[in-house]
């Protein structure tokens, strides 16, 4: 069965710092898709980044980028120089067949 | 940009009644999708549907809940008898492809609320 785990259920960071969100997973699957999605208090659900596994190259974002190691299954997002707007609960997820695979998500909160 | 929409935001039902979430999804995306959030936990799958069948479902989806493409714009979802465990946020996505190549973008939500 395909498992998406996020180990850190909160986060903090003060603004314009740096901060990294951990994700793995499992999957026998050789090429897939992940993605990091950001979710504000409004409790939308907006798509920050994605990686595709055949590419090697880590997927950047303006301020966010990935750490995409697919031998240990693992896919960190970093966010630099954090701004307020950032506060939010950051899910990963991993695409399955016809179906987004979610963790359970990290609360991040950027201090002023 | 183009954006998928939901309706209502919130919707607050009696238990047992049959409730129905809207969403009109994106209009050139083929592939729709209904997830729910319990508050506090994470998203879960519910349900794929492509080509007016369902393509897959989760065991969440069981016979209280069907979905339906109306028309060719708004994709509903449908929970025949409510129960109180029903309430949550309900968020519909759709996407041009059925992988990640096109990503899935996700409509506001529906919060249910079940009295």
């Known amino acids: 069965a395909q498992t998406v785990t996020q180990s850190q259920p909160e986060m903090s960071v003060q603004e314009a710092e740096t901060v990294t969100l951990s994700c793995t997973y499992d999957t026998s699957e050789s090429n897939y898709y992940l993605f990091w999605y950001k979710q504000p208090p409004s409790r939308q659900m907006i798509l920050v980044i994605r990686?595709?596994?055949?590419?090697?190259q880590n997927a950047t974002e303006n301020r966010f980028s990935v750490n995409f190691q697919k031998a240990a299954k693992s896919f960190s997002l970093k966010i630099s120089d954090s701004q307020l707007g950032d506060t939010a609960m950051y899910f990963c997820a991993f695409e399955g067949t016809d179906k987004l695979i979610f963790g359970t998500g990290t609360r991040l909160q950027v201090f002023p | 940009e183009p954006e998928v929409t939901q309706t209502p935001s919130h919707q607050v039902t009696q238990m047992g009644q049959e409730v129905i979430l809207r969403c009109v999804p994106i209009s050139n995306h083929l592939y729709f999708y209904w997830y729910r959030q319990i508050l506090g936990q994470k998203v879960e799958f519910l349900v794929s549907?492509?080509?007016?069948?369902?393509?897959?479902k989760s065991e969440i989806f069981d016979d209280q809940f069907s979905v339906e493409r109306p028309d060719g714009s708004n994709f509903t979802l449908k929970i025949r008898s409510t129960k109180l465990e029903d309430s949550a946020m309900y968020f519909c996505?759709?996407?041009?492809?059925?992988?990640?190549?096109?990503?899935?973008?996700f409509g506001d939500g529906t919060r249910l609320s079940i009295l």
């Open positions: 549907f492509y080509n007016n069948e369902i393509s897959e």
């Open positions: 990686q595709e596994a055949y590419k090697q």
């Open positions: 996505a759709s996407s041009e492809a059925r992988t990640g190549s096109q990503p899935q973008h």
